[in-house]
């Protein structure tokens, strides 16, 4: 399992960063749009935070409000573990929070402005200008993966004796194929 789940990590890392040289193009790789709501083929429209390095509560709500209503209903937000933090610690002038918790059952659940929050580690980080900081869109929609063959065990009892050594491949590619049904967070103001 310890090889599966190093596998599994490049994997996602390459979802997000990979540049599509033998691996899968990644979300943050792409451009932005020159003009804001003016779509542009291979590239991603990215709204401005509000903030120099971080969130503010008008930027996250632009960037909901920049998707297109067709792509809301399965729209989710993806950050880092940090970044929601940033986020649920917004106050307004009233000194109220702009992020409160929900809850389901009396469990909080991870919401921001009523769609569901993923943590993904590999999200750039907040307190760095020109970072995309968050995404908000159909995921599903708008990437798309591909696995060929699965996850591939060949036993090699030769090349460490005494000891055998499993090799792993598996043959995965991704790329963004709705460039309409996600938008980014990008620290600026």
Same mark, same amino acid.
């Given at each position: 399992?310890?090889? =599966?789940?190093k $596998?599994?990590?490049?994997?996602?890392s390459?979802?997000? =960063?990979?540049?599509?040289?033998?691996? @899968?193009?990644?979300l943050?790789?792409?451009? !932005?749009? &020159?003009? =804001?709501?003016v779509?542009?083929?291979?590239?991603?429209?990215?709204?401005?935070?509000?903030? &120099?390095?971080? %969130?503010?509560?008008?930027?996250?709500?632009d960037?909901?409000?920049?998707?297109k209503?067709?792509?809301?209903?399965? !729209? $989710?937000?993806?950050m880092?573990?940090?970044? %929601?933090?940033?986020?649920?610690?917004?106050?307004? !002038?009233?000194?109220?929070?702009?992020g @409160? /918790? /929900?809850?389901?059952?009396? #469990?909080?659940? /991870?919401q921001?402005?009523?769609?569901?929050?993923?943590?993904?580690d590999? /999200?750039q =980080?907040?307190?760095?200008?020109?970072?995309? $900081?968050?995404?908000?869109g159909? #995921?599903?929609? !708008?990437?798309?993966? +591909?696995?060929? #063959?699965?996850?591939? #065990? +060949?036993?090699? @009892?030769?090349?460490a004796?005494?000891?055998?050594?499993?090799?792993?491949?598996?043959?995965?590619?991704g790329?963004?194929?709705?460039?309409?049904?996600?938008?980014?967070?990008?620290?600026?103001?």
């Amino acid at each position: 399992t310890k090889g =599966a789940d190093k $596998i599994s990590r490049t994997e996602n890392s390459a979802f997000f =960063a990979g540049n599509g040289v033998n691996k @899968p193009k990644g979300l943050l790789t792409y451009a !932005a749009w &020159a003009s =804001a709501g003016v779509y542009e083929r291979d590239k991603i429209e990215q709204i401005n935070s509000g903030a &120099a390095t971080t %969130f503010t509560a008008d930027g996250l709500i632009d960037t909901q409000a920049s998707l297109k209503e067709a792509y809301q209903a399965q !729209a $989710i937000w993806m950050m880092k573990r940090m970044s %929601f933090g940033a986020i649920i610690k917004l106050k307004g !002038a009233d000194n109220f929070y702009f992020g @409160p /918790m /929900m809850l389901a059952d009396g #469990v909080p659940t /991870m919401q921001l402005l009523g769609k569901r929050v993923i943590f993904a580690d590999d /999200m750039q =980080a907040t307190g760095t200008g020109s970072n995309l $900081i968050a995404a908000y869109g159909d #995921v599903g929609r !708008a990437y798309t993966i +591909l696995d060929r #063959v699965g996850l591939q #065990v +060949l036993r090699d @009892p030769y090349s460490a004796d005494p000891y055998t050594l499993f090799r792993l491949r598996r043959r995965t590619g991704g790329d963004v194929t709705n460039f309409d049904a996600i938008k980014f967070t990008k620290a600026s103001s």
